[in-house]
C-alpha cells in the first residue's frame, strides 16, 4: 500500500531538514513525499530544494495558514493512507512506518495510530496508550503518530474555521461517527512540545477554547476550566521569572508522577524487560 507523508511548513528553515531526512530515510518501500510550504523567505526553500529529487510533490505560496496548508496537501495525495509530519517533527527511527504496516490492519479501520514521544524542556516522555473515550477531553494520540485512509481523509479533511484545534475537530468527528480506529505498539513519531515561546499562554487558552467549542464542554465546565488554566500560565509565568530551573524541576515532577505520560527511558526499559 502506498503511504502518502505530507509535511508542512513556512520560514522553518531550523526544523525543516531534520524533518525531510527523517522520511526520506524511512525502510518502507512506497511512500509520496508531499511538501507544501507557505511561502517562505527564511532559507526554507533552498533547503527544500536539497532533496527535490526525493519529493513527490512540492508548491511554495501563501496560504490561510496551517490547515489550509494540510488541506491543499490532500488535494496531491495518491496514496492509500495519510500521515502528516510537519516541519521540526520526526518519525522515532527509519522504521516507524514499516513497523506500523506490518502490523495486521482489517479492511474496516479507517486510522491507525501509535505511541509519541513527547520531548519538553526537562525531559523526553512517552505518552501512554489513552482510551478513545479520551476524545470527550481532547486527543488521546498525536496527529503525527497516526495514519489515516485517504478517502476517509479527504471526504472531511480540516475545518480551517480552527486555528489550533481543526485536527482535534477532524477526529472527534471521525469517533463520534463510529468510525473504526486501531493502536498498534508503535513507536511512531517524537514532537518537540518545549515550552518558552511567547506566544505559549495565548495558545493554550485558544486551545481550551476551540476544544471545548468541539467536545461540547458546559459554559459552568469551561469558565472553571478557563479560570484553572489562565491561573496556571500566570502563576508559571511569575515563577519562571524567579527561577527558571524550579519550574522545570517542577514540571518534571509533576510529569512523572502523571499517569498519561512516561519518561521514555523507563518506557524503553519496560518493552526490553
Avoid at 101 to 122: K, L, T, W
Wanted: charged share 20%; glycine share 6%.
Amino acid at each position: 500500500m502506498k503511504v502518502s507523508v505530507i509535511t508542512v511548513c513556512y520560514n522553518a528553515v531550523q526544523g525543516i531538514e531534520n524533518t525531510i531526512q527523517s522520511v526520506i530515510s524511512q525502510t518502507y518501500p512506497n511512500i509520496e513525499y508531499i511538501v507544501i510550504d507557505g511561502g517562505s523567505v527564511d532559507g526554507t526553500l533552498d533547503v527544500i530544494k536539497k532533496y527535490q529529487d526525493k519529493i513527490s510533490y512540492m508548491v511554495s505560496e501563501p496560504d490561510k495558514g496551517i490547515y489550509d496548508a494540510m488541506n491543499k496537501g490532500l488535494k496531491a495525495v495518491t496514496g492509500e493512507w495519510v500521515n502528516f509530519l510537519n516541519a521540526g517533527d520526526v518519525y522515532y527511527n527509519s522504521q516507524s512506518i514499516e513497523n506500523v504496516f506490518s502490523c495486521e490492519i482489517p479492511y474496516e479501520v479507517d486510522v491507525v495510530y501509535g505511541y509519541q514521544v513527547h520531548i519538553f524542556n526537562y525531559g523526553e516522555f512517552v505518552r501512554r496508550r489513552l482510551p478513545l473515550s479520551f476524545f470527550k477531553k481532547g486527543m488521546p494520540f498525536g496527529h503525527e503518530s497516526s495514519f489515516v485512509r485517504s478517502v476517509v481523509m479527504k471526504r472531511y479533511g480540516f475545518d480551517t474555521d480552527y486555528s489550533i484545534a481543526a485536527d482535534y475537530h477532524f477526529f472527534f468527528h471521525l469517533y463520534a461517527l463510529g468510525k473504526k480506529f486501531q493502536f498498534v505498539d508503535v513507536l511512531v513519531a517524537v514532537f518537540d512540545s518545549s515550552e518558552g515561546v511567547s506566544s505559549s499562554d495565548k495558545t493554550a487558552l485558544l486551545t481550551l477554547y476551540e476544544t471545548s467549542k468541539i467536545n461540547g464542554l458546559g459554559t459552568y465546565q469551561f469558565i472553571k476550566s478557563w479560570i484553572r488554566t489562565y491561573a496556571a500560565i500566570k502563576t508559571k509565568s511569575m515563577l519562571r521569572r524567579i527561577s527558571p530551573s524550579f519550574v522545570e524541576n517542577r514540571q518534571r515532577h509533576k510529569r512523572e508522577k502523571n499517569s498519561e505520560y512516561v519518561p521514555l527511558s523507563v518506557f524503553m526499559s519496560n518493552r526490553h524487560a
